[in-house]
């Protein structure tokens, strides 16, 4: 282990509440684009944009930090043009804070032809085929151009699902080393806050070895990567609960890729903070609104004669009555749209973004008021109308953090 000098540091992280009886936590990250309430939910816009919403729109949503893509950007527009411009923020008329993930993911999802070397990760360009390298010095240079407030380490990203130990090992430790690279190719620490993440598989030995030695440099905030890649959701659930419990509680802790409903509450209890994923805004543009009791696929004939909101009681602006400032759309309206208007998908779209937001608004405040097993219990009672359907997972996971969702 190298433990490395102390990173300046461009975020203040104030803890608000603590749950009395799981691992949750509500607070308030301070970024340089201003004040982020903690747990949260980031909406996806990979290419500076978040599919179907204007900035306006997003911003009217409540969201305070969207994620971009690294990888997309350094191929388009290129990092001549955010430099010309002063970064994604300028660029996407964005005003408040983005994270950048590495590009490391998309090398291994996207591009079967991926080769990971100690020199970073060899791929074909997608546009013209020829041979490209992304190490960590010139995904953090791509960060720094992107001008992001928060930037994610190259990291070596295997499949959780892999057997192969001896490459689980190698990988998680060249994820250490590329941080140290990543760290000392950082531009900007003063503005820019550097996460690393916590590779290892569902293997908690690795694991524990790796949050160890991620402690040690020391950087702004922790993420928990290598996740929501077809894992048992139960072996997710050891490894977010193992490494929460040997990280700092004074620093932001992220878990990557992780977007379902049940997912984002059970993982606040075992004691994350942070979470994103493309799936509310992807399930939109297939006609599917997320609501406290599941997904409705509204281009079912089923709705086509259901003049009410998607979802009773949401405040999203599709919801709202006109009287209420909102555009009253319903159900049948979404029905006769989705499958051959771009509008179905973007109403659809500002809705579910909407209800992934003020479904950890609502956590933030349960927390903060330290009712949050009693919120868990309603979440899912709402969700399931029976609790012999309760996933087990979830059931296991909390009874781990004293919440007996089975119980009265």
Known sequence: MAPMSTMPSALTFELLGKCSVTKARAA?????????????FMPVATQASLKGLTPDQLEDAGCRLCLNNTYHLGLKPGQATLDAIGGAHKFQSWPHNILTDSGGFQMVSLLKLARVTEEGVRFL??????????TPEHSISLQNSIGSDII????????????DLARMTEAM?????????????????ERQNLFCIIQGGLDLDLRRECTAEMIARDTPGIAIGGLSGGEAKDAYCKVVDTCTGLLPEKKPRYVMGVGYPEDLVVSVALGADMFDCVWPTRTARFGNAITARGVLN???????????????????????????GGLGITRAYIYHVASKETAGAHLLTIHNVHYQLNLMKRVRHAIIEDRYPAFLKEFF?????????YPEWAVD??????VNLLGD
């Open 125 to 134: 360009s997608p546009h013209d085929g020829t041979p490209m390298l992304l």
């Open 397 to 402: 996971a909390l009874r781990g953090v004293g």
């Open 298 to 324: 509204l281009r079912n004939a089923v709705y086509s004669e259901e003049f009410v909101p998607i979802e009773e009681g949401c405040q999203c602006v599709c919801c709202r009555p006109e009287e209420a």
């Open 173 to 189: 430790e060249r994820s250490v080393r590329w941080l140290d690279r990543c760290i000392k190719a950082h531009k900007y620490p």
């Open 152 to 163: 994610m380490q190259l990291d070596d990203v295997i499949a959780t699902t892999s057997p």
């Open 28 to 40: 308030t990250l301070h970024l340089p684009h201003g004040p982020v309430p903690l747990p949260i």
């Open 381 to 389: 009672r709402m969700l399931y109308d029976d609790k012999s359907k």
